[in-house]
C-alpha cells in the first residue's frame, strides 16, 4: 500500500479546493492493513471532502476489470462507467446502460444503490465481493444484500467486485440507448463540474423542485452555484471552496423547510 498527496482538484468531480492525503489498495493482501474505522473513495463523484488531515484510501487500477463469466458480467470495483460502456457496446450485452454518463465506479455505484432513468443498480445485481472489518473478504449473494433509495447494507465495507445480470442485444442498440441516455442527462442536468445530486428526492416529490420553487435556482457563493438548470445540483468552479458548497446546502435546507416543512437529505456524502 503506497501513501500519496493528491490535489482535490483533481481528484473530486467538483474540484475542491486543497490536499488529501490517499493510501492506495494495490492488492487484496492490502485490506487486512485497513484500521477499524475507514473511509475508501470511488471516483469522488458523490463526495465533498471537509476534513482533508486524515487518511483516506482508493483502490487502484488494478480492481479496474470488467469480464463476461458464464451468465454473469463481472465488473471490479474501480471500473469507471464510461469505460465500462463501451465494453457493453463492444461486446453487444444489456446490462447497465441506465449509467451512462455518470461519473462513477462500479463500487461506488453499487454500495449507494446508484440509479436513474426508474432503474437501479440493485436490479442486476447478482453478488458483491466485499471486505469487511469483522469478517474479512465474503461474497455476498443478492439474498444476504438489501437495497433501498439510494442505500445499501455495505456500511463499514469496501465493494472489491460485483457481479450483474445481462442480456445479449444488437450493438446498435446499445449504442443508441447509451447515446440517448447521455443526451437526456445532458438536456436535464450536468455531467461536469459537480458531484451529481445534492438531495435524495422526499418521497412523492422531488428535491429540485423544492429547492427551485424556494426561489434558490441560480443562487451564488463565491466558488460554487446552484444550477439555473436543475436546483438539485451545485456547480463548482476550477478550485470549489467546500465552505462555500456546505452554505448553499444549508440554504437550500433552509428555505425548502420553511416553505415546505419538509427535511432535505443529502444525497451527497460529507467526510
Same mark, same amino acid.
Given at each position: 500500500m503506497i501513501?500519496?498527496?493528491?490535489?482535490?482538484?483533481k481528484?473530486t468531480t467538483?474540484?475542491?479546493?486543497?490536499q488529501?492525503?490517499?493510501?492506495?489498495?494495490?492488492?487484496?493482501?492490502d485490506?487486512?492493513?485497513?484500521p477499524?474505522?475507514?473511509?475508501?473513495?470511488g471516483?469522488?463523484?458523490?463526495?465533498?471532502?471537509?476534513?482533508?488531515?486524515r487518511?483516506?484510501y482508493k483502490?487502484?487500477?488494478k480492481?479496474?476489470?470488467v469480464?463476461?463469466?458464464?451468465n454473469?458480467l463481472v465488473?471490479?470495483a474501480s471500473?469507471k462507467m464510461s469505460?465500462?460502456?463501451?465494453f457493453?457496446?463492444e461486446n453487444?450485452i444489456?446490462?447497465?446502460?441506465?449509467?451512462?454518463?455518470?461519473?462513477?465506479t462500479i463500487g461506488?455505484?453499487v454500495?449507494?444503490n446508484?440509479?436513474?432513468?426508474f432503474?437501479?443498480? $440493485?436490479?442486476?445485481? #447478482?453478488?458483491v %465481493?466485499?471486505?469487511?472489518?469483522s469478517?474479512g473478504?465474503?461474497?455476498?449473494e *443478492?439474498?444476504?444484500?438489501h437495497f433501498?433509495?439510494?442505500?445499501?447494507?455495505?456500511?463499514n465495507?469496501v465493494?472489491?467486485e460485483?457481479?450483474?445480470l445481462?442480456n445479449?442485444?444488437?450493438?446498435n442498440?446499445?449504442?443508441e440507448?447509451i447515446?440517448n441516455?447521455?443526451?437526456t442527462?445532458?438536456?436535464?442536468a450536468?455531467?461536469t463540474?459537480?458531484?451529481?445530486?445534492?438531495f435524495?428526492?422526499?418521497?412523492?416529490?422531488?428535491a429540485?423542485?423544492l429547492?427551485?420553487?424556494?426561489g434558490?435556482k441560480g443562487?451564488?457563493?463565491?466558488?460554487?452555484?446552484?444550477?439555473?438548470?436543475? $436546483?438539485n445540483?451545485i #456547480?463548482?468552479? %476550477?478550485?470549489?471552496?467546500?465552505?462555500?458548497?456546505?452554505f448553499l446546502i444549508g *440554504?437550500?435546507?433552509?428555505m425548502v423547510?420553511?416553505?415546505?416543512?419538509i427535511?432535505?437529505?443529502?444525497?451527497?456524502k460529507?467526510?
Amino acid at each position: 500500500m503506497i501513501k500519496k498527496r493528491i490535489e482535490l482538484a483533481k481528484l473530486t468531480t467538483i474540484h475542491l479546493k486543497g490536499q488529501v492525503d490517499i493510501k492506495i489498495i494495490e492488492s487484496l493482501n492490502d485490506f487486512s492493513k485497513l484500521p477499524e474505522s475507514f473511509t475508501i473513495f470511488g471516483n469522488c463523484s458523490n463526495l465533498l471532502v471537509k476534513n482533508s488531515n486524515r487518511d483516506f484510501y482508493k483502490l487502484s487500477d488494478k480492481f479496474s476489470y470488467v469480464r463476461v463469466e458464464e451468465n454473469t458480467l463481472v465488473c471490479g470495483a474501480s471500473l469507471k462507467m464510461s469505460v465500462l460502456m463501451r465494453f457493453l457496446i463492444e461486446n453487444s450485452i444489456s446490462s447497465l446502460e441506465f449509467m451512462a454518463g455518470v461519473p462513477a465506479t462500479i463500487g461506488g455505484a453499487v454500495f449507494m444503490n446508484a440509479g436513474a432513468f426508474f432503474e437501479s443498480v $440493485a436490479d442486476k445485481i #447478482l453478488y458483491v %465481493k466485499v471486505f469487511c472489518a469483522s469478517q474479512g473478504i465474503v461474497v455476498l449473494e *443478492k439474498n444476504r444484500l438489501h437495497f433501498g433509495y439510494r442505500f445499501s447494507n455495505l456500511d463499514n465495507c469496501v465493494v472489491i467486485e460485483s457481479g450483474f445480470l445481462y442480456n445479449r442485444v444488437d450493438k446498435n442498440f446499445i449504442k443508441e440507448k447509451i447515446a440517448n441516455n447521455i443526451k437526456t442527462r445532458l438536456a436535464k442536468a450536468h455531467l461536469t463540474n459537480t458531484f451529481g445530486s445534492v438531495f435524495k428526492n422526499p418521497l412523492g416529490d422531488y428535491a429540485g423542485r423544492l429547492i427551485e420553487e424556494s426561489g434558490l435556482k441560480g443562487l451564488v457563493k463565491n466558488s460554487a452555484k446552484i444550477s439555473d438548470k436543475h $436546483a438539485n445540483y451545485i #456547480l463548482g468552479s %476550477k478550485q470549489t471552496d467546500i465552505n462555500d458548497v456546505l452554505f448553499l446546502i444549508g *440554504k437550500a435546507k433552509e428555505m425548502v423547510f420553511k416553505n415546505f416543512g419538509i427535511e432535505l437529505e443529502e444525497e451527497v456524502k460529507i467526510v
